[in-house]
């Protein structure tokens, strides 16, 4: 059993003096003090693709928050997606390197103990060039509420991997 047995990581993906593109990093920061710790790793980065892997590898289940854009043009809004139906957000999938997808399953080929349980959390931004320490107003205005749904989508996910854990040590008895 290793320390990362029967956790979850939350991977923030962003830059967090690119303006909104850091949304990801606060919200992970954020999630510190908001979810049971003991049951949570945190992880904030600005990478994407293959190099995912050795941070996901061994985990019980993953949550990775990273920014969106859309056609929706709606600042704030909350995409949820499971590597079922996931839609490419703007940092897991690396455009000098291969698809958030193709990481994951070349990663299983190579070995890696990659989670069943993936969540990706996608904050749609409108802007992507700006720098600023600090988030546009759309997003500062919303930032409470985004928080709030982010918080309570990370806790469903875990209940639904220690639901699972559960079983699977009953199972083995």
Same mark, same amino acid.
């Given at each position: 059993?290793?320390d990362r047995d029967n956790?979850?990581?939350?991977? !923030?993906?962003?830059? *967090?003096?690119?303006?909104?593109?850091?949304?990801?990093?606060?919200?992970?920061?954020?999630? +510190?003090?908001?979810?049971?710790? #003991?049951?949570? =790793?945190? #992880?904030?980065?600005?990478?994407? !693709?293959? #190099?995912?892997?050795?941070?996901?590898?061994?985990?019980? %289940?993953?949550?990775?928050? *990273?920014?969106?854009k859309t056609d929706q043009?709606a600042a704030g809004r909350?995409?949820?997606?499971?590597? %079922?139906?996931?839609? #490419?957000?703007?940092?897991? /999938?690396? &455009?000098?390197?291969? /698809?958030? +997808?193709? /990481?994951?399953?070349? !990663?299983?080929?190579? !070995?890696?103990?990659?989670?069943?349980?993936?969540?990706?959390?996608?904050?749609?931004?409108? @802007?992507?060039?700006?720098? =600023?320490?600090?988030? $546009?107003? @759309?997003?500062?205005?919303?930032?409470?509420?985004?928080?709030?749904?982010? +918080?309570?989508?990370?806790?469903?996910? $875990?209940?639904?991997?220690?639901?699972?854990?559960?079983? &699977?040590?009953? *199972? &083995?008895?």
């Amino acid at each position: 059993m290793n320390d990362r047995d029967n956790k979850v990581l939350i991977l !923030g993906i962003g830059n *967090d003096i690119q303006q909104d593109v850091g949304i990801p990093v606060r919200l992970t920061r954020d999630m +510190k003090d908001l979810v049971p710790a #003991e049951a949570f =790793d945190f #992880e904030c980065l600005f990478i994407g !693709g293959l #190099e995912l892997l050795e941070y996901i590898n061994g985990y019980e %289940g993953v949550v990775f928050i *990273d920014t969106i854009k859309t056609d929706q043009k709606a600042a704030g809004r909350v995409h949820v997606f499971t590597t %079922g139906d996931y839609q #490419e957000t703007l940092h897991l /999938s690396c &455009q000098h390197d291969v /698809s958030f +997808k193709m /990481s994951l399953e070349m !990663g299983r080929k190579l !070995g890696f103990i990659i989670p069943e349980k993936i969540l990706v959390i996608g904050i749609e931004i409108l @802007d992507d060039l700006e720098f =600023d320490a600090t988030l $546009s107003d @759309d997003l500062k205005h919303r930032y409470n509420g985004i928080r709030t749904e982010v +918080k309570n989508l990370v806790m469903n996910f $875990s209940k639904s991997i220690m639901i699972r854990s559960t079983d &699977q040590n009953n *199972d &083995q008895k």
